[in-house]
């Protein structure tokens, strides 16, 4: 990501490149392109880095190669072993994490505080809600403990006035 792909006005990050075995290319479909909203807690982490960092010119890259003067970007895989790992243990994070562990947690939790799957689908910037779902998304325990009782009083012969009702008028 580069400084240019921060519209701070806007409240949008727009992605044109993807990096992919430290090669940079094209982004791989047309949802992956849209413009993601930048929230304002981030838009003030990011504009606070801007005036620290020495590459700050709009072509630079915001998480950048010291090495390569802000031309070319912290490869993902030297960001995970240089600073994503280390801080997950310092916070006592045991799991092995992974860019894709962050992706499932990030999906799991947006549709756990009740976005519905359409938001969620944009977000991760996903071509279509099946690929969300199916590989993305978790339920999580409280909403699983939170949708048994209303299934089990469906079968309580003296729970729910829907129970009731249907079978009275038979």
Partial sequence: MRWQDCDFDAGEIRLSRGIVRQHIGQMKTEASRKPV????????????WRGQCAY????????????MHGKKPLWPNSAMEKHIRPAALRAKITKRLGWHT???????LLKANGADVATVQALMR???????????VQAVTPA????????????????PTLLKSSTASY
Avoid: C, W
């Fill in 126 to 136: 996903h071509a279509n809600a099946s690929v969300t779902m199916d590989s993305y």
């Fill in 144 to 159: 699983k403990r939170e949708a048994q009782p209303s299934i089990a009083g469906l079968l309580d012969p003296n729970g």
């Fill in 102 to 108: 962050l992706r499932h947690t990030f999906g799991t």
């Fill in 56 to 67: 700050n010119q709009s072509e630079d890259y915001i998480f950048t190669s010291v090495e």
């Fill in 37 to 48: 909203p930048m929230e304002a807690g981030l838009a003030d982490v990011l504009t606070n």
